[in-house]
């Protein structure tokens, strides 16, 4: 079974519009973490945000948030104001499991495109 | 700051040769991952190892191999590399349980084979 899912292949932007990537997970793990990740045409994966599983309020990171939805299993990407330089891939992950046997896993990701 | 290391960056092998994929880490961390990325599509989690000595499979491990002799290092095996193998591959590494930040990646490797 798919652990994350991300329904949106792609996304097209106007720029400075604000823009939800979307995100569900499936896990029967009290404790977890919720990762979002970007990846440019470059390649290399950078790091976004981060909410844990415990935390109340929802995680925050500049022009990033995070709407965390825990009874729905759903942990959103908001970027507000986007930008050109936010065209890229974006991927949702979760890391879960007890002690000892945790790992890290990814979504199929979104490619977000920024209109001018 | 070197962070995550990949060695190489790109090969080519022909069908049925081996080799081996160098990850090394030098920031202390616990944990670390090996994945695949195919085009168009997310990081497939093949092996990843909680601690020196120990390595588990992920969701697709067929084909490969792992291991960690040190800490700082986790390295991949393909024993006869195969087309479908054709791929980035990527090694991350994060601290271990209790301390839940980001993992850290290596720039990828871009292994084709033919």
């Known amino acids: 079974a798919q652990k994350i899912t991300q329904t949106q292949p792609g996304m097209f932007v106007q720029e400075k519009e604000a823009v939800t990537l979307d995100c569900t997970y499936d896990?029967?793990?009290?404790?977890?973490?919720l990762f979002w990740y970007k990846q440019p045409s470059s390649g290399e994966m950078i790091f976004l945000i981060y909410q844990g599983s415990y935390d109340q309020q929802n995680a925050t990171e500049g022009r990033y948030s995070l709407n965390f939805q825990k009874a729905r299993k759903s942990a959103n990407l908001v970027i507000s104001a986007s930008q050109l330089g936010d065209s890229a891939m974006y991927f949702c992950?979760?890391?879960?499991?007890?002690?000892?046997?945790?790992?890290?896993?990814f979504g199929q990701g979104t490619r977000l495109t920024i209109n001018p | 700051n070197a962070g995550v290391t990949q060695t190489p960056k790109f090969r080519v092998l022909k069908t049925g040769q081996s080799m081996t994929l160098l990850c090394a880490q030098d920031?202390?961390?616990?944990?670390m991952y090996w994945y695949r990325q195919d085009p168009g599509m997310g990081l497939r989690l093949i092996h990843y190892s909680v601690g020196e000595g120990t390595t588990a499979k992920g969701e697709v491990p067929d084909g490969y191999n792992v291991s960690r002799l040190k800490k700082q290092n986790f390295l991949l095996g393909l024993e006869s590399a195969a087309p479908s193998q054709t791929s980035v591959y990527f090694c991350a590494s994060s601290y271990g349980y209790g301390r839940d930040t980001e993992a850290f990646f290596g720039q990828g490797t871009r292994l084709t084979v033919v």
């Open positions: 920031m202390n961390h616990e944990y």
């Open positions: 896990t029967s793990d009290p404790s977890y973490g």
């Open positions: 992950a979760m890391r879960e499991g007890t002690q000892g046997a945790q790992k890290l896993v």
